[in-house]
């Protein structure tokens, strides 16, 4: 896969990724106004157009897509639409092994605690608001926690936990059905609309369940 970064000054010469590199990480940086953004749309762009699946997690709508082609970027507003992954059910990768119900947990759990760390009595009551979620008949997996869970929650030592991410557990719609990621698309899950804490958790728990 030849992945393009961009041109040399003076000329057309494309710039790629060796193919032989060990693994296809790399940062960019610089001041504002640099082109960092115009750069890695370039980049997501020449991996798209490889037949990638490239999902943007996408802070404060800063990432444009004026210059480009909309038939291959696909949209999600999280705020208005809800969130594109079903965090809470158990995924099944291609082999046919799946996660199980308390992998899936973890793996939420460990979101949360990566952008504020929690207390082990905070980390033990929101797996049991995860656990009621998951084994709920009635869940539609449309909320990150069920009313019952909510319910359940109003105690002293949750408080906090509900108090700094209650846009999340009172707001937060889930997508009954993930995003296909199907190969040559661009997928963009905007953050936008929530105060940026809460974007920062969002893209933790996007992240966990890629």
């Not at 953004?37 to 798209?48: D, P």
């Not at 992954?85 to 199980?100: D, Y």
């Amino acid at each position: 896969m030849k992945i393009n970064l961009g041109k040399t000054d003076g000329c057309e010469t494309n710039v790629t990724i060796s193919e032989k590199t060990a693994n296809l990480h790399f940062l960019i940086t610089g001041i504002s106004g640099t082109g960092k953004t115009v750069a890695l749309q370039e980049i997501e762009t020449s991996l798209a157009h490889t037949g990638g699946s490239i999902v943007v997690l996408n802070y404060n709508s800063t990432h444009h897509w004026d210059k480009y082609s909309t038939g291959k970027i696909i949209h999600y507003s999280v705020r208005k639409e809800g969130f594109p992954f079903p965090l809470l059910q158990p995924i099944e990768a291609q082999n046919g092994q799946c996660e199980t119900p308390d992998d899936a947990m973890e793996a939420v759990l460990d979101a949360f605690n990566m952008a504020a760390l929690l207390g082990i009595q905070q980390k033990a009551l929101l797996r049991d608001m995860f656990r009621l979620t998951i084994q709920s008949s009635d869940s539609s997996c449309e909320s990150l926690l069920t009313m019952e869970a909510l319910e359940k929650a109003d105690c002293e030592d949750f408080a906090p936990i509900m108090e700094r991410y209650r846009n999340i557990f009172q707001r937060l719609r889930i997508c009954e059905k993930p995003v296909p990621l199907i190969g040559g698309e661009i997928y963009d899950i905007d953050f936008s609309g929530y105060d940026t804490r809460t974007q920062s958790l969002l893209a933790e728990l996007a992240l966990s369940w890629l």
